[in-house]
């Protein structure tokens, strides 16, 4: 299809202002991700126009020039028309479209250095990576325009090799055999977010980084405490590190663990119960010693992710309980409530599941629509089951 760049501005338009017009269009990603990617874009074809009678009457040794100008121009293709004035004694050629063939000569044209330096790396670095990435790299510039080329690419090789659930817990910086030094991952973990995106439908920015890996988060991450009873803390909520919730021990005989913070306005008022929210696969602190004896509950999101970190609250805490994460809960509801879950967590069964959670998590993976997210159940049997739990009996040791 062939682009015609059409304009009100006056006739007669030079060269170089043609190439600034093309300089700045760079700047533009939509623009560029088509140019630089389809076919169909090209040939680009720009009006010159045409000088009227009066201006060829009134400034004829401009018009000469302006004439001359296009007749050294020697990238693309120049349109020429005979046209016959008046005021001149015979008909002359006038340039009337400038036709660009390819994106190489959109960038020569252009003749500018930012665009001509930004234009050699990617052409580098598409030809280098997966059709998947090329879109996200001509789009986005900010993501490689300060890193060596080389380590784009090999960001790139890592994104191809790493999956969902892929760290098993260990720190990013300890994966070995990946090629890559210890401080990588800090140098390039947006650009890696990001290129895992375009494998996994979002869902690395979506789950963030480390838990989309199940890595070990060694930076400090911080989690909402919200006391479900009057008087056990003097906030209705406040924030803390997971660090600080494996050192301090909580004033309660119960605690309730939450996915998603966004959940905390279902939950109700439960005696003797502080809730946890937004931990996500950060769990380790479940295993410090105060919560020995505890009544632990888990409540997640009932997709392959939400079971995935309920086997992991359960390796730290293997008496906790799983609150409205049943099958029977998911297909009473799955009819108006399930969506699609962007990725899976994992092909294979999550280490702590029971065997009914196990079947449950094989039931999801066949779904087309395996995700109910905590939000979407009803605040009445959010309530019913939460209440049901805290006023069972309970087996553990004092607290």
Not at 66 to 74: F, I, K, L, S, T
Not at 372 to 395: G, I
Request: glycine share 6%; hydrophobic share 40%; proline share 5%.
């Amino acid at each position: 299809m062939t682009c015609i760049i059409s304009t009100r501005q006056p006739a007669m338009k030079s060269p170089s202002e043609l190439s600034r017009r093309l300089a700045k269009q760079w700047h533009r990603s939509a623009l560029r991700v088509e140019r630089l990617l389809s076919p169909d874009s090209w040939p680009l074809t720009l009006s010159i126009g045409k000088p009227t009678g009066a201006e060829f009457s009134a400034k004829t040794t401009a018009v000469y020039e302006h004439v001359r100008r296009w007749q050294a121009v020697q990238v693309g293709t120049v349109e020429w028309q005979s046209v016959k004035y008046r005021a001149g004694a015979e008909a002359i050629s006038i340039p009337v479209c400038w036709h660009i063939h390819t994106p190489s000569e959109w960038v020569s044209v252009a003749a500018d250095a930012t665009v001509t330096e930004e234009y050699g790396v990617l052409e580098y670095l598409v030809t280098h990576v997966e059709p998947i990435y090329r879109e996200l790299l001509i789009r986005d510039r900010s993501l490689w325009r300060n890193k060596e080329r080389q380590e784009v690419l090999d960001t790139a090789r890592l994104a191809d090799r790493l999956s969902p659930g892929c760290a098993h817990g260990r720190p990013l910086r300890l994966l070995a055999g990946l090629g890559v030094d210890t401080k990588f991952f800090e140098r390039n973990g947006t650009l890696l977010t990001k290129l895992l995106d375009e494998r996994f439908e979002g869902a690395a920015s979506e789950q963030g980084l480390s838990n989309f890996l199940d890595a070990f988060d060694e930076n400090e991450h911080w989690v909402l405490v919200a006391p479900l009873d009057q008087g056990l803390l003097p906030f209705k909520r406040l924030r803390l590190t997971t660090s600080e919730l494996a050192e301090t021990p909580l004033p309660s005989s119960r605690v309730l663990v939450v996915e998603n913070e966004r959940c905390i306005h279902q939950l109700p008022q439960l005696a003797d119960t502080i809730a946890v929210l937004g931990a996500g696969l950060d769990l380790q602190w479940l295993q410090a010693a105060h919560f020995e004896g505890k009544q632990v509950g888990y409540w997640g999101d009932m997709d392959t992710w939400g079971l995935l970190m309920l086997s992991r609250a359960r390796q730290y805490q293997p008496s906790l309980s799983a609150l409205l994460m049943s099958p029977a809960l998911f297909q009473l509801y799955e009819k108006d409530r399930a969506v699609q879950e962007p990725i899976c967590a994992q092909g294979n069964l999550p280490v702590g599941l029971t065997d009914e959670e196990g079947a449950f998590y094989k039931y999801l993976l066949r779904q087309n629509k395996g995700r109910l997210e905590q939000e979407f159940l009803p605040v009445n049997e959010v309530h019913r089951e939460l209440r049901r739990w805290a006023n069972e009996a309970w087996r553990g040791s004092p607290v």
